[in-house]
């Protein structure tokens, strides 16, 4: 028999919106931590099956091996890409100054 | 490795190293764009390596080929991998995650054998697509006042494949053998180019520290930014020294990300990301396993070419010197001339002595190993000297053709050993005196004569005689 595992904190939502990038209010806080945790106390259903015997697969589709030749194709034109960008400079794509990491 | 290398008195340093290699194919991973250093910045994208809606992903087969054949080249097992997706926020990667292979890769548990014999262990090597380029700009040109970035993806979706060694390293010294050792075998089977200073090598170290007897490893940092083998080294000894001057004044390093900086030859800190790496992996769910086939395997293990290694030991075993002493000849792939030169007769141990002084270390070589065998062959049997035999090869790189001929066109056949025994006898008699002292001398003040004998020689004989054969003339006129 598998344990359950611990409910999802208000914590553990605040913490997993923060990777995302997602800003949440207290209120969205309280809305979303019950919702997550009816989601993952489905998914523990799963866990409760006895899965003995059946390979783990990490896709649905019966494939593998799916391959390309290493032939060239067609970029796309600098202009059109950059014609998407917020903001360009020299050719560039420029963003906003980034602080972490590379100082 | 059990022998113990100290770094400083009393402290052992422990060092593991990832290497990146982008792969020489010629599209990226995921897509069809050019994978090419140099072109003008976004000419090399298309809606999947920028990673727009609905755009998806499929895998050079080249790339996972690439992977597989450095693997073996690595003793490593090759086995059924997984992609996945590892997902962090920076410009870098537009889609906001980096395809790799996490808990599935293609090669595990190899190893890597060093120029000194020694193996440093390899824990895996994986593929992924490499990230795009940034570059900062700011007020005064200096990163720290930068107020942007700018994002150059041609590099976005490179295919890389990741080495990551066993903290197996125990000197500055290995670690830049591991990365020069590495960067041959990658050039040797074609599938990087392998440049430092383009970046399509590049190298992370991680360092620690420990007191000599202490079973557990201690905090370890990671060292980016590393451009160069010889940065290697001076990284790695910049940061064991920093540790060691904080466990001696009882503080600890943290466990963190730091840079190297070329120059002021230091590592400093990166600015702490305000999270601590959480990358959320999970199988990329728009790409199948790669189950490669035992045939697979055994059709990349057969195409391997010789490696260094062994190319290394052959040298070694055919010439009886040691390995060490054959590595400039391998490095500059003159030894596969050595050992034809050698299958047709001549001495090995003069070949290699003769191809490693007297031939250009940085040209291929288009001598007919034919030619230059029967060169050391006349130098061997005495029939030309040393000197003799640096000029004959000289004609024959300049204007090729025939040793034998090339001699005899030049004189050098006409110093037979009766003529070499006429001219001693020459010089003998015309310094009484001198050939006097020499006989009764003994063996220490001999060797002081002979030099002025063979001097005289010579010079009568402008340089034509072999200065052994002199000696031998001398010493046998002496034992009379």
Same mark, same amino acid.
């Given at each position: 028999?598998?344990?359950?595992?611990?409910?999802?904190?208000?914590?553990?939502?605040?913490?997993?919106?923060?990777?995302?990038?997602?800003?949440?209010?207290?209120?969205?806080?309280?809305?979303?931590?019950?919702?997550?945790?009816?989601?993952?106390?489905?998914?523990?259903?799963?866990?409760?099956?006895?899965?003995?015997?059946?390979?783990?697969?990490?896709?649905?589709?019966?494939? =593998?091996?799916?391959?390309?030749?290493?032939?060239? =194709?067609?970029?796309?034109?600098?202009?059109?890409?950059?014609?998407?960008?917020?903001?360009?400079?020299?050719?560039?794509?420029?963003?906003?100054?980034?602080?972490?990491?590379?100082? | 490795?059990?022998?113990?290398?100290?770094?400083?008195?009393?402290?052992?340093?422990?060092?593991?190293?990832?290497?990146?290699?982008?792969?020489?194919?010629?599209?990226?991973?995921?897509?069809?764009?050019?994978?090419?250093?140099?072109?003008?910045?976004?000419?090399?994208?298309?809606?999947?390596?920028?990673?727009?809606?609905?755009?998806?992903?499929?895998?050079?087969?080249?790339?996972?080929?690439?992977?597989?054949?450095?693997?073996?080249?690595?003793?490593?097992?090759?086995?059924?991998?997984?992609?996945?997706?590892?997902?962090?926020?920076?410009?870098?990667?537009?889609?906001?995650?980096?395809?790799?292979?996490?808990?599935?890769?293609?090669?595990?548990?190899?190893?890597?054998?060093?120029?000194?014999?020694?193996?440093?262990?390899?824990?895996?090597?994986?593929?992924?697509?490499?990230?795009?380029?940034?570059?900062?700009?700011?007020?005064?040109?200096?990163?720290?006042?930068?107020?942007?970035?700018?994002?150059?993806?041609?590099?976005?979706?490179?295919?890389?494949?990741?080495?990551?060694?066993?903290?197996?390293?125990?000197?500055?010294?290995?670690?830049?053998?591991?990365?020069?050792?590495?960067?041959?075998?990658?050039?040797?089977?074609?599938?990087?180019?392998?440049?430092?200073?383009?970046?399509?090598? @590049?190298?992370?170290?991680?360092?620690?520290?420990?007191?000599?007897?202490?079973?557990?490893?201690?905090?370890?940092?990671?060292?980016?930014?590393?451009?160069?083998?010889?940065?290697?080294?001076?990284?790695?000894?910049?940061?064991?020294?920093?540790?060691?001057?904080?466990?001696?004044?009882?503080?600890?390093?943290?466990?963190?990300?730091?840079?190297?900086?070329?120059?002021?030859?230091?590592?400093?800190?990166?600015?702490?990301?305000?999270?601590?790496?959480?990358?959320?992996?999970?199988?990329?769910?728009?790409?199948?396993?790669?189950?490669? %086939?035992?045939?697979?395997?055994? @059709?990349?293990?057969?195409?391997?070419?010789?490696?260094?290694?062994?190319?290394?030991?052959?040298?070694?075993?055919?010439?009886?010197?040691?390995?060490?002493?054959?590595?400039?000849?391998?490095?500059?792939?003159?030894?596969?001339?050595?050992?034809?030169?050698?299958?047709?007769?001549?001495?090995?141990?003069? %070949?290699? %002595?003769?191809?490693?002084?007297?031939?250009?270390?940085?040209?291929?070589?288009?001598?007919?190993?034919?030619?230059?065998?029967?060169?050391?062959?006349?130098?061997?049997?005495?029939?030309?000297?040393?000197?003799?035999?640096?000029?004959?090869?000289?004609?024959?790189?300049?204007?090729?053709?025939?040793?034998?001929?090339?001699?005899?066109?030049?004189?050098?056949?006409?110093?037979?050993?009766?003529?070499?025994?006429?001219?001693?006898?020459?010089?003998?008699?015309?310094?009484?005196?001198?050939?006097?002292?020499?006989?009764?001398?003994?063996?220490?003040?001999?060797?002081?004569?002979?030099?002025?004998?063979?001097?005289?020689?010579?010079?009568?004989?402008?340089?034509?005689?072999?200065?052994?054969?002199?000696?031998?003339?001398?010493?046998?006129?002496?034992?009379?």
């Amino acid at each position: 028999m598998l344990a359950m595992p611990k409910p999802i904190s208000r914590a553990d939502v605040a913490h997993v919106a923060r990777l995302a990038r997602l800003r949440l209010t207290d209120d969205e806080l309280d809305q979303f931590t019950p919702q997550l945790a009816a989601v993952l106390a489905h998914a523990a259903d799963v866990e409760a099956l006895d899965v003995t015997g059946v390979i783990p697969t990490a896709h649905p589709l019966p494939l =593998r091996n799916v391959v390309r030749v290493d032939v060239v =194709r067609p970029s796309i034109d600098r202009a059109a890409v950059l014609a998407a960008a917020p903001n360009v400079q020299d050719g560039q794509f420029r963003v906003p100054s980034i602080l972490a990491e590379e100082s | 490795m059990t022998e113990v290398i100290e770094f400083q008195p009393g402290w052992e340093l422990i060092v593991g190293l990832e290497v990146h290699c982008e792969l020489a194919t010629k599209t990226k991973m995921f897509c069809g764009c050019r994978n090419e250093f140099g072109h003008e910045p976004n000419t090399n994208v298309c809606p999947t390596c920028l990673g727009l809606p609905g755009s998806l992903p499929v895998v050079n087969g080249s790339a996972v080929e690439y992977a597989m054949r450095l693997g073996r080249a690595l003793q490593c097992t090759v086995s059924p991998s997984v992609f996945a997706r590892k997902n962090y926020f920076y410009p870098d990667m537009p889609k906001d995650y980096q395809v790799t292979q996490y808990d599935k890769p293609t090669n595990t548990a190899g190893k890597l054998e060093l120029p000194d014999g020694s193996f440093v262990g390899i824990t895996r090597a994986h593929l992924e697509e490499d990230t795009g380029k940034t570059s900062h700009q700011g007020g005064d040109g200096r990163i720290h006042g930068a107020e942007s970035s700018l994002v150059d993806y041609n590099r976005a979706g490179v295919p890389l494949v990741e080495i990551v060694s066993e903290p197996d390293i125990r000197t500055a010294d290995q670690a830049k053998a591991y990365v020069d050792e590495l960067r041959k075998i990658v050039l040797a089977l074609g599938v990087s180019d392998a440049k430092m200073e383009e970046g399509s090598m @590049r190298v992370d170290a991680n360092v620690s520290v420990r007191p000599v007897g202490e079973p557990e490893f201690r905090t370890r940092c990671e060292i980016k930014n590393i451009n160069s083998i010889r940065s290697v080294g001076r990284a790695i000894e910049y940061e064991a020294k920093r540790h060691i001057a904080l466990y001696d004044v009882g503080e600890k390093p943290t466990q963190e990300t730091r840079h190297w900086d070329e120059e002021h030859g230091r590592t400093r800190a990166g600015r702490s990301k305000e999270n601590s790496d959480d990358y959320r992996y999970f199988d990329e769910p728009d790409l199948v396993p790669l189950v490669p %086939t035992a045939d697979d395997i055994a @059709r990349i293990d057969a195409a391997l070419p010789m490696l260094p290694a062994s190319r290394r030991r052959r040298l070694a075993e055919i010439t009886g010197a040691a390995a060490a002493d054959v590595t400039l000849v391998v490095d500059r792939g003159h030894d596969d001339f050595v050992v034809s030169v050698v299958g047709v007769g001549a001495d090995a141990k003069k %070949t290699l %002595t003769r191809v490693e002084n007297d031939l250009p270390p940085d040209q291929p070589i288009t001598l007919a190993p034919q030619s230059f065998a029967q060169l050391v062959i006349m130098e061997t049997a005495g029939e030309l000297t040393a000197t003799q035999a640096k000029q004959v090869l000289a004609e024959m790189l300049e204007n090729g053709g025939d040793p034998k001929a090339i001699a005899a066109a030049k004189g050098f056949e006409a110093m037979a050993s009766g003529a070499l025994e006429a001219v001693v006898d020459g010089i003998i008699a015309a310094n009484p005196a001198d050939w006097a002292e020499f006989v009764v001398a003994d063996d220490k003040a001999r060797k002081k004569l002979s030099g002025f004998f063979t001097g005289q020689v010579m010079k009568a004989t402008q340089g034509q005689a072999d200065g052994r054969a002199v000696a031998e003339v001398l010493a046998r006129r002496a034992a009379r």
